[in-house]
């Protein structure tokens, strides 16, 4: 253990904050995965299923429906960068996904007489690059939300220049996240 903490306190600010990211993007993928553990009856999975589906049938379109999802994501975000909140609500967030994932992949067929199961549904989303973007962005909105507590306590203000700049930067990568995940629902 004092191994892990003089690697910390010897690390620079800049590898200490890479370090974090990294480890709340692996938190974030385990949080996804509990989320489809969870074992959820037909009439469960049958009610957020049409949640799911009520989405796609309000946006038909590629500009309406990639806004109505960038304004979901964007407004789950910026919650994730409120300090220690965010954090929190942020894995709250990607276990719920786990969850509709488990009940949309429910009752589909990957192959003809072989059942879609919820952890090849998160494997096959993890091939996309909806879900890196999507992820990376969270992670960096639950980092930013642990950072900011952390320098407030310090009485180091200045430093929400920097949280201002990653929320810009998280709504550009939703943006094209948003983009790309509208074409392949309507187009494949």
């Known amino acids: 253990m004092s191994t892990v903490l003089s690697f910390w306190k010897n690390s620079s600010v800049k590898r200490k904050r890479i370090f974090s990211l990294f480890f709340i993007f692996v938190l974030s993928v385990m949080a ?87 952890i090849i549904a998160l494997l096959a989303l993890m091939i996309t690059p909806i879900f890196w973007i999507e992820f990376a962005t969270y992670s960096l909105g639950m980092a930013e939300s642990v950072w900011v507590f952390r320098r407030l306590t310090q009485k180091r203000w200045y430093y929400l220049r920097w949280t201002a700049i990653f929320i810009g930067i998280s709504a550009g990568l939703l943006a094209v996240g948003a983009v790309a995940e509208a074409w392949m629902i309507l187009f494949m």
């Open 32 to 118: 996804t995965l509990a989320g489809t553990l969870v074992p959820l009856s037909e009439e469960d999975a049958s009610i957020l299923s049409s949640q799911t589906s009520q989405l796609l049938e309000a946006n038909t379109d590629l500009a309406s429906l990639s806004s109505a999802i960038f304004v979901n994501n964007f407004r789950l975000c910026l919650l994730m960068f409120i300090p220690v909140f965010g954090f929190v609500f942020g894995l709250f967030v990607l276990f719920s996904t786990g969850i509709a994932l488990n009940a949309v992949s429910m009752g589909q067929e990957l192959l003809p007489g072989v059942p879609l199961t919820p």
